[in-house]
């Protein structure tokens, strides 16, 4: 499958909305990213978050199925190591401050497998941060209502209130949460109005409304 390059593809992030998505995640992730050695970067994909971050992480691991995604990241930054397999899949030798899974829980089947092994790669004071889709928000509800005829899509998908008995199963918790992606708009939009919506989710603070923001940056760590 051709691989899409998140920098060029204006359907994905080369696009206002785009934009917006990457500054609030990343931000979000980069919170835990002071004074760390290592982070594993999980469906990390051409490094969208891992070359950044390799500004002030000196070793940093990219995990994705996608041998195209990762050829594309080698030559982007040829000291960050690569892996190219399935998560579940890899035996690893070492734990991790800091892992991330942005945009790609839903691609995992069984949770309570994913979540396990994401503790025991952990470090005793690490945390894991991955986004989140809000399947109680009023967008997902939406979505849900305008596409009910349509066959459902092969994403795992469970409520916030899952979400907890789930981690709670694995030994973790959550450690901090934020909510985001409130504007109005599609994904694949470049309209000027996004600054327009940033503003007002900034300014009354909707990140803070946490059981009606469509998603959520979810940061956990070891109960």
């Given at each position: ?38 982070y594993l970067d999980i469906a990390g994909g051409s490094g969208r978050f891992a070359i950044p971050l390799h500004q002030q992480i000196p070793e940093i691991t990219v995990l994705d199925i996608n041998e195209e995604a ?97 981690l709670s199963s694995c030994g973790l918790e959550i450690d901090c949460v934020e909510g985001m992606n409130w504007m109005p708009l599609p994904l694949s939009s470049n309209s000027i109005f996004v600054y327009v919506f ?26």
């Amino acid at each position: 499958m051709k691989y899409v390059w998140d920098l060029t593809n204006k359907k994905t992030y080369n696009n206002r909305v785009g934009h917006y998505k990457f500054k609030q995640q990343f931000r979000f992730v980069a919170r835990y990213a002071d004074n760390i050695k290592s982070y594993l970067d999980i469906a990390g994909g051409s490094g969208r978050f891992a070359i950044p971050l390799h500004q002030q992480i000196p070793e940093i691991t990219v995990l994705d199925i996608n041998e195209e995604a990762l050829s594309i990241l080698k030559e982007r930054d040829r000291f960050i190591e690569i892996i190219c397999d399935d998560f579940m899949n890899v035996p690893f030798s070492q734990t991790y401050p800091l892992i991330i899974c942005i945009e790609a829980l839903f691609y995992f089947q069984n949770w309570d497998i994913f979540f396990s092994k994401i503790n025991s790669l952990l470090s005793d004071k690490g945390r894991f941060v991955f986004s989140f889709t809000n399947t109680g928000s009023w967008r997902y509800i939406l979505r849900r209502f305008r596409h009910r005829n349509r066959e459902p899509l092969a994403y795992t998908e469970k409520s916030l209130k899952e979400l907890k008995v789930i981690l709670s199963s694995c030994g973790l918790e959550i450690d901090c949460v934020e909510g985001m992606n409130w504007m109005p708009l599609p994904l694949s939009s470049n309209s000027i109005f996004v600054y327009v919506f940033e503003f007002i989710e900034k300014h009354l603070k909707l990140n803070r409304w946490i059981s009606q923001s469509p998603w959520l940056m979810i940061s956990v760590k070891k109960k």
